[in-house]
T-cell receptor, first 115, second 114 residues
Framework: AQKVTQAQTEISVVEKEDVTLDCVYE???????LFWYKQPPSGELVFLIR??????QNEISGRYSWNFQKSTSSFNFTITASQVVDSAVYFC????????????FGKGTRLSVIA | DADVTQTPRNRITKTGKRIMLECSQT?????MYWYRQDPGLGLRLIYY???????NKGEISDGYSVSRQAQAKFSLSLESAIPNQTALYFC?????????????FGQGTRLTVV
């Protein structure tokens, strides 16, 4: 069965620090997608990134970067030079069968960035 | 206007009442989902539908039912609400084709059962 584990329940950092949010997944499928979503205090879910199982290239988007390692079944998310606006709950999610199954979410990591 | 619209946004209801949460989308997606969010538990799948004639149970379907009235509409019903169904409910859509396979979420419905 597919499963997503976000072991860090809450993280607190001081503004401008770098922070990494961990995500470990379990699947027997060879074709799957991994996702990260952000849920700010306002409550909506904001899509951040999608990565398919055949693409292990790391990705960088501004202050955000993602490290996908199939060898360790991990898809970690790093925020560089964190800002107060990064304070949110972050969810990692998995979809199997080439993206044809509903998303299975981790329990989320609450990030607090303190000014 | 939002691509995925949930109504109502907030609702307080009494134990034992029947309540319907509605979701409509303008993205033209065939696939629709209902998730429930509880603090510390992430999002859990209640029901999903891959087209108008398709309904599937998710991880936590007990106490819920759904109706897919059209491609654009997917409603969730609580036949007899109970307090532990107090939660934040999200509707989502996705498409299996094209470059974007991520799910698009509505703004959420905060339901309180008293």
């Amino acid at each position: 069965a597919q499963k997503v584990t976000q072991a860090q329940t809450e993280i607190s950092v001081v503004e401008k620090e770098d922070v990494t949010l961990d995500c470990v997944y379990e699947t027997r499928d060879t074709t799957y997608y991994l996702f990260w979503y952000k849920q700010p205090p306002s409550g909506e879910l904001v899509f951040l990134i999608r990565r398919n199982s055949f693409d292990e290239q790391n990705e960088i988007s501004g202050r955000y970067s993602w490290n996908f390692q199939k060898s360790t079944s991990s898809f970690n998310f790093t925020i560089t030079a964190s800002q107060v606006v990064d304070s949110a709950v972050y969810f990692c999610a998995l979809s199997e069968a080439g993206g044809n199954t509903p998303l299975v979410f981790g329990k989320g990591t609450r990030l607090s960035v303190i000014a | 206007d939002a691509d995925v619209t949930q109504t109502p946004r907030n609702r307080i209801t009494k134990t034992g009442k029947r309540i319907m949460l509605e979701c409509s989308q303008t993205k033209g997606h065939d696939r629709m989902y209902w998730y429930r969010q509880d603090p510390g538990l992430g999002l859990r799948l209640i029901y999903y539908s891959f087209d108008v004639k398709d309904i599937n149970k998710g991880e936590i379907s007990d106490g819920y039912s759904v109706s897919r009235q059209a491609q654009a509409k997917f409603s969730l019903s609580l036949e007899s609400a109970i307090p532990n169904q107090t939660a934040l409910y999200f509707c989502a859509t996705s498409s299996p084709t094209g470059p974007n396979t991520e799910a698009f979420f509505g703004q959420g419905t905060r339901l309180t059962v008293v």
